[in-house]
T-cell receptor, first 112, second 114 residues
């Protein structure tokens, strides 16, 4: 069966520091991968998605970037965090031709 | 174009009473529809999905939803609420519009009173 792992689960970082959140999917090949952000009390915002290694599409211009160095690995990064980057970050995947989205457990980022 | 509207931001029920969470959608294509549940500080868990098969869809934890094309609705129901059902619920519509496009509803917070 397929599983998705996301880490770290919680993170407190000072303003201006770098960020790296990692996500891996197991049990499937060539998944579509996604990063979402969920601000407190708000809905989900799609940040990035990827249909293959090295292929990244950005939905919202921002202080963040994403990379996909391997087929089942998706990384969310920032060189310098802003206070507004605080939130709950969710990694997700779908099959190449699938509609159903499967989510990781999420990562809480607090920028102080 | 696609859109999804969850008609209630908050729903409060007593334990043991029925649950109804309402969702209306708009899609120019044959959509797939989903309900997800999110407990505090957790990821989203798939409850159920409709993908053009049976219009009454049964999911996990006793939830079910009925796809009504004429009403463009996909309401989530459960006959008897349990305290553990207290969570945020998201209705989601997705279709292949020359590329998969997925839209999330704003969410409905379900409160369950003892």
């Amino acid at each position: 069966s397929q599983t998705i792992h996301q880490w770290p689960a919680t993170l407190v970082q000072p303003v201006g520091s770098p960020l790296s959140l990692e996500c891996t999917v197991e049990g499937t090949s060539n998944p579509n991968l996604y990063w979402y952000r969920q601000a407190a009390g708000r809905g989900l915002q799609l940040l990035f998605y990827s249909v293959g290694i090295g292929q990244i599409s950005s939905e919202v211009p921002q202080n963040l970037s994403a990379s996909r160095p391997q087929d089942r690995q998706f990384i969310l990064s920032s060189k310098k965090l802003l206070l507004s980057d605080s939130g709950f970050y969710l990694c997700a995947w779908t099959e190449t031709e699938g509609y159903t989205i499967y989510f990781g457990e999420g990562s809480w980022l607090t920028v102080v | 174009a696609q859109s999804v509207t969850q008609l209630d931001s908050h729903v409060s029920v007593s334990e043991g009473t029925p649950v109804l969470l309402r969702c209306n959608y708009s899609s120019s294509y044959s959509p797939s529809l989903f309900w997800y549940v999110q407990h505090p500080n957790k990821g989203l868990q798939l409850l159920l999905k409709y993908t053009s098969a049976a219009t009454l869809v049964k999911g996990i934890n006793g939830f079910e939803a009925e796809f009504k094309k004429s009403e463009t609705s996909f309401h989530l129901t459960k006959p008897s609420a349990h305290m553990s059902d207290a969570a945020e619920y998201f209705c989601v519509v997705s279709s292949n519009t020359g590329g998969f496009k997925t839209i999330f509803g704003a969410g409905t917070r379900l409160f369950v009173k003892a």
